[in-house]
């Protein structure tokens, strides 16, 4: 993902942070409370939570590039 910096707020607003904007949108935990889904303007994206704590959050992705396979992104927590 291209945003730097993810900030979720507990009211289900989320802002995805660029070197130069700034992007809002909205999210839901959908599932059991395993899968993350972020709303845009016209599409959704989904991701799978792996692991979450009090500093840490990785979640996987499935891509449906040419080389179809599993991303891992690790966010670790801004102090």
């Known amino acids: 993902h291209e945003a730097e910096i993810w ?3 507990p009211n289900g607003n989320a802002i995805l942070y660029n070197k130069d904007s700034a992007e809002k949108l909205t999210w839901t935990l ?3 409370g395993h899968i993350l889904k972020l709303n845009h303007k016209n599409s959704s994206e989904y991701y799978q939570l792996y692991h979450v704590s009090e500093d840490k959050l990785v979640v996987h992705f499935h891509t449906e590039l040419q080389a179809k396979g599993i991303v891992k992104m690790t966010f670790q927590k801004k102090i």
């Open 7 to 9: 900030e979720f707020e």
């Open 30 to 32: 959908k599932g059991r």
